[in-house]
């Protein structure tokens, strides 16, 4: 991880501004951003020492590593990527075993009936989901287990790209998300190969993992155009499974009494009448003219991986 580590710095350092942190400007910079002396300056170590640690030719002390997160004012998540890079979480290399859902976080999937709910795994393999999450999203029981993958999907299944009217911003955050992931378990096969599929198909995807921007998930907004049920704005939460933390329960709300919520109430209310979910490719209409509007019917169990 130390090439990781030294372009995350370089990154990170180009992106200041010289008079915001406090230097002079003396007019004969050729790039944007600090320069690795001055770098060092403000974190109090040695240019050669901050030299050699950009480079992977040195491993920093905890200490150290405090004072170039505050001089390079990096956020949260960056300094927790930070940490990651440089081996300081205290943690083990992790095996690369297949994720099951537990059955009582499945029996929770299939409860939220009026909520779309799905559980994330590593990477954002979607683990499982339940019937309304399909309906907004997606038939994920359709999509080929080693590609069901949220952060693929977002990039590379039309129509569900399609649905973000914040594309971008969203799209995005799922890279800074899964640069975190890669922080903790660079040694994951299928992470590098998803990386590497993204970046040759897809330069929005590579452009913005070269930015080397990284966030944590945990809360948000989406805004959807869905095309059955119309434009939604939809609160979304993590609920991270204690007896697996790399497992995590993504929820989908809307504030009661407004259009978004009467959508997912629509939603709802077809969902639970027909075998599958509508997903972003099938609207009402379509489904209704294959179906001949079936009577209601007993929710989907919980999709499985």
Same mark, same amino acid.
């Given at each position: 991880?130390?090439?990781?580590?030294?372009?995350?710095?370089?990154?990170?350092?180009?992106?200041?501004?010289?008079? *915001?942190?406090?230097?002079?400007?003396?007019?004969?910079?050729?790039?944007?951003?600090?320069?690795?002396?001055?770098?060092?300056?403000?974190?109090?170590?040695?240019?050669?020492?901050?030299?050699?640690?950009?480079?992977?030719?040195?491993?920093?002390?905890?200490?150290?590593?405090?004072?170039?997160?505050?001089?390079? @004012?990096?956020?949260?998540?960056?300094?927790?990527?930070? +940490?990651?890079?440089?081996?300081? &979480?205290?943690?083990?290399?992790?095996?690369?075993?297949?994720?099951?859902?537990?059955?009582?976080?499945?029996?929770?999937?299939?409860?939220?009936?009026?909520?779309?709910?799905?559980?994330?795994?590593?990477?954002? &393999?979607? %683990?499982?989901?339940?019937?309304? *999450?399909? *309906?907004? +999203?997606?038939?994920?029981?359709?999509?080929?287990?080693?590609?069901?993958? +949220?952060?693929? %999907?977002?990039?590379?299944?039309?129509?569900?790209? =399609?649905?973000?009217? &914040?594309? $971008?911003?969203?799209a995005r955050s799922c890279v800074?998300?899964?640069?975190?992931?890669?922080?903790?378990?660079p040694g994951d096969p299928r %992470?590098?190969?998803?990386?590497?599929?993204?970046?040759?198909? &897809?330069?929005?995807?590579?452009?913005?993992?070269?930015?080397?921007?990284?966030?944590?998930?945990?809360?948000?907004?989406?805004?959807?155009?869905?095309?059955?049920?119309? $434009?939604?704005?939809?609160?979304?939460?993590?609920?991270? $499974? =204690?007896?697996?933390?790399?497992?995590?329960?993504?929820? %989908?709300?809307?504030?009661?009494?407004? @259009?978004?919520?009467?959508?997912?109430?629509?939603?709802?209310?077809?969902?639970?009448?027909?075998?599958?979910?509508?997903?972003?490719?099938?609207? +009402?209409?379509?489904?209704?003219? *294959?179906?001949?509007?079936?009577?209601?019917?007993?929710?989907?169990?919980?999709?499985?991986?």
């Amino acid at each position: 991880m130390s090439s990781e580590l030294g372009d995350f710095l370089k990154a990170r350092r180009r992106r200041l501004d010289p008079a *915001a942190a406090g230097l002079a400007d003396d007019g004969r910079r050729r790039v944007a951003g600090l320069r690795r002396e001055e770098v060092a300056l403000l974190a109090s170590i040695s240019p050669g020492y901050y030299t050699r640690l950009e480079q992977g030719r040195r491993v920093a002390a905890v200490p150290v590593l405090e004072a170039i997160a505050r001089a390079l @004012r990096l956020d949260d998540d960056e300094r927790a990527y930070l +940490f990651e890079l440089s081996g300081k &979480d205290g943690g083990k290399p992790r095996r690369h075993v297949a994720q099951r859902v537990r059955a009582p976080l499945r029996r929770l999937l299939d409860d939220l009936a009026g909520t779309p709910a799905m559980v994330l795994g590593r990477r954002t &393999d979607v %683990l499982a989901w339940n019937a309304l *999450a399909a *309906a907004l +999203f997606t038939d994920f029981a359709a999509v080929p287990e080693k590609q069901r993958n +949220f952060i693929r %999907l977002v990039f590379r299944d039309p129509a569900v790209r =399609a649905m973000y009217t &914040d594309w $971008d911003y969203t799209a995005r955050s799922c890279v800074a998300q899964l640069r975190m992931e890669a922080a903790r378990d660079p040694g994951d096969p299928r %992470l590098t190969a998803l990386v590497g599929e993204l970046s040759v198909l &897809d330069p929005d995807f590579r452009r913005w993992w070269g930015d080397h921007r990284v966030a944590v998930r945990t809360a948000g907004a989406k805004s959807l155009r869905h095309p059955a049920v119309g $434009d939604l704005t939809l609160d979304w939460s993590t609920l991270t $499974d =204690a007896s697996d933390p790399d497992q995590q329960l993504i929820t %989908l709300t809307a504030e009661p009494g407004t @259009r978004s919520h009467e959508g997912l109430r629509l939603l709802a209310s077809w969902s639970a009448g027909t075998e599958g979910g509508a997903g972003a490719g099938a609207p +009402f209409g379509r489904v209704s003219a *294959a179906r001949g509007a079936p009577p209601p019917a007993p929710p989907r169990r919980a999709g499985r991986a």
